[in-house]
T-cell receptor
Framework: DAKTTQPPSMDCAEGRAANLPCNHS???????VYWYRQIHSQGPQYIIH???NNETNEMASLIITEDRKSSTLILPHATLRDTAVYYC??????????????FGTGTRLTIIP | DTEVTQTPKHLVMGMTNKKSLKCEQH?????MYWYKQKAKKPPELMFV???????INESVPSRFSPECPNSSLLNLHLHALQPEDSALYLC??????????????FGSGTRLTVV
């Protein structure tokens, strides 16, 4: 799976948009970009995924650059409950013998009241 | 039911004890996982079961013994653990054989302390 690089920590004011960057310059054509987050002492939670187009769901938006070498997760109106570690993961579709989901070090996002 | 349930939530055990962690899901997922997470570190994969068969063992010491008795249950048997094995143990499941790249669901974990 391609390696990802994320800033170790970020702060964002409550109510503002939180923009979390991720670099994945070695991404392959069949690899998706996943974002998960982990709130303190809970299991990781799926947020969003994408291949090449921008994606939006009820939690967040994912912007992937045209060359697919980087992406940004956007939380449009951050709340205190969005304080968590956010993981950007790049991997192909899971299939037999290739189900591994490997976490990098992630970005610790702190929402400031 | 869209959850992965782990029991117990907390466990304290001595180095000579034998204990088991349990994980259960009823989403029809056919791949199940054990992860270990130390404080302020990302989760690290330990084992993957696919269709109730062990498909990945990430060189985990034999004092950790996984078991998948059926498609809904995953156990992790613990024996002769060391204090450095204290961690949060996470179970996850995912769909397999379908074109659904987001299908990893995690439980809330078991906080294990070895004394």
């Amino acid at each position: 799976d391609a390696k990802t690089t994320q800033p170790p920590s970020m702060d964002c004011a409550e109510g503002r948009a939180a923009n979390l960057p991720c670099n994945h310059s070695t991404i392959s054509g069949n690899e998706y970009v996943y974002w998960y987050r982990q709130i303190h002492s809970q299991g990781p939670q799926y947020i969003i995924h994408g291949l090449k187009n921008n994606e939006t769901n009820e939690m967040a938006s994912l912007i992937i650059t045209e060359d697919r070498k980087s992406s940004t997760l956007i939380l449009p109106h951050a709340t205190l409950r969005d304080t968590a570690v956010y993981y950007c993961i790049v991997r192909p579709l899971p299939n037999f013998g290739n189900e591994k989901l490997t976490f990098g070090t992630g970005t610790r996002l702190t929402i400031i009241p | 039911d869209t959850e992965v349930t782990q029991t117990p939530k907390h466990l304290v055990m001595g180095m000579t004890n034998k204990k088991s962690l349990k994980c259960e899901q009823h989403m029809g997922h056919r791949a199940m996982y054990w992860y270990k997470q130390k404080a302020k570190k990302p989760p690290e994969l330990m084992f993957v079961y696919s269709y109730e068969k062990l498909s990945i063992n990430e060189s985990v010491p034999s004092r950790f013994s996984p078991e998948c008795p059926n498609s809904s249950l995953l156990n992790l048997h613990l024996h002769a653990l060391q204090p450095e094995d204290s961690a949060l143990y996470l179970c996850a499941s995912s769909q397999r054989g379908q074109n659904l790249p987001w299908g990893y669901t995690f439980g809330s974990g078991t906080r294990l302390t070895v004394v």
